[in-house]
């Protein structure tokens, strides 16, 4: 799979997705450190060991370079509880890299993977980066049409070449 090229000044807006979700109680957030493992283990268990490596080192850094969607609930007391639906990283393999990210499948088709994805780019903007690269990207057309990606050229595999597997 091809890595991918993205111009990250000419991203579309993030706001209006996130109000969308927002409406079926679902929100896009950085989580907080006590949620590490919780959020890890998720992701392990959804997408297996090698995403959850990647992902943990998202937490590591001083501005950390995770999302995760979460559906909010509100019981009859005021409390909320959450229930993790999706995450997306950024920096987490190399620096400028977007991924790993994944949708529980139960939950796809509702935007969050688009959610996650703008989230992830619009923080690498924020950082300073201009351009973005998503890495070994499995549905191109999917990041062609949300955010203009174009794929690099004999790219594949790319920073991967030679990785351990285990």
Known sequence: MPDLLVKLYELPPLAPVLDELKEKNIVIRRPIGPENYAV????????????????????FRSTKSIFIAVRE?????????????????????????????????????????????????????????????????????FYKKTVGATVIENSSPGVYRGMLRG
Not at 40 to 59: K, L, T, Y
């Open 40 to 59: 890890i283990a998720w992701i392990r268990e959804h997408f297996g060991a090698g995403w959850a490596s990647e992902a943990e080192n998202a937490f």
């Open 73 to 141: 609930t509100v019981n009859e007391k005021g409390g909320v509880s959450s229930e993790m639906l999706g995450f997306g990283c950024y920096d987490a393999t190399v620096k400028g890299f977007f991924g790993p990210t994944g949708v529980a499948e139960k939950e796809r088709k509702q935007g969050i993977g688009r959610a996650l994805l703008l989230a992830c780019l619009h923080g690498m903007w924020d950082e300073g980066y201009g351009y973005g690269i998503i890495g070994s990207a499995g549905p191109v057309d």
